[in-house]
């Protein structure tokens, strides 16, 4: 069955100091990989999308995230937080464009 | 407007009623989803409008629940018999054309579901 895992339910972090967040799936091939973001009184909207091609996804809003075969893995990253950056974030993966399956979401937490 | 509208965006209601939810997609987008968001889990694909075929229902969990999908417009989702784990948040997302677009979903602000 496909799956995609999240391993941190909750993450605290100092404004200005680094931030990972962790994904990592269950299939057989390469899916489509998508990082979604939840702020407060928001929906959910696309924050990076993985097609093919780098294994390095562009830099939005300072984030990137990295894309390992090997270990199954697309971890998303920002160098240094913004308190605007608390919200619940969201790996997603897809075969096909059209059905996502997503993972159970990591909040972050940011602290002054 | 211009994002996915949902309504409405909280309703409690007692064990056994019956609740109707509803989406408005952005104008033009032919693929509508509806997800669930229980506490403290991922988003859980229910189903899958795509323009006039037929709807990939493979992720309702029971036969109480139901969506109907008017052309390309609004979807309404349908929850029979209402049970305490039914309480979550039902997130409907549209996007352009899945097959040939860009993966991405446009998720409305969601229905918050209290069951009593």
């Known amino acids: 069955a496909q799956s995609v895992t999240q391993p941190d339910i909750h993450i605290t972090v100092s404004e200005g100091a680094s931030l990972e967040l962790r994904c990592n799936y269950s299939?057989?091939?390469?899916?489509?990989l998508f990082w979604y973001v939840q702020s407060p009184g928001q929906g959910l909207q696309l924050l990076l999308k993985?097609?093919?091609?780098?294994?390095l996804v562009q830099v939005i809003k300072g984030f990137e995230a990295e894309f390992k075969r090997s270990q199954s893995s697309f971890n998303l990253r920002k160098p240094s937080v913004h308190w605007s950056d608390a919200a619940e974030y969201f790996c997603?993966?897809?075969?096909?464009?059209?059905?996502?399956?997503f993972g159970a979401g990591t909040t972050v937490t940011v602290r002054a | 407007g211009a994002g996915v509208s949902q309504s409405p965006s909280n309703k409690v209601t007692e064990k056994g009623k019956d609740v109707e939810l509803r989406c408005d997609p952005i104008?033009?987008?032919?693929?509508l989803y509806w997800y669930r968001q229980r506490l403290g889990q991922g988003l859980e694909f229910l189903i899958y409008?795509?323009?006039?075929?037929?709807?990939?229902k493979s992720g309702l969990p029971s036969d109480r629940f139901s969506a109907e999908r008017t052309g390309e417009s609004v979807s309404t989702l349908t929850i029979q018999r209402t049970q305490q784990e039914d309480s979550a948040v039902y997130l409907c997302?549209?996007?352009?054309?899945?097959?040939?677009?860009?993966?991405?979903?446009?998720f409305g602000e969601g229905s918050r579901l209290t069951v009593l």
């Open positions: 997302a549209s996007s352009w054309n899945a097959r040939r677009g860009t993966g991405e979903l446009f």
């Open positions: 299939y057989g091939a390469t899916p489509y």
């Open positions: 993985y097609f093919s091609g780098d294994t």
């Open positions: 997603a993966v897809s075969f096909n464009d059209y059905k996502l399956s």
């Open positions: 104008s033009g987008h032919t693929a």
């Open positions: 409008f795509q323009g006039n075929s037929a709807p990939d």
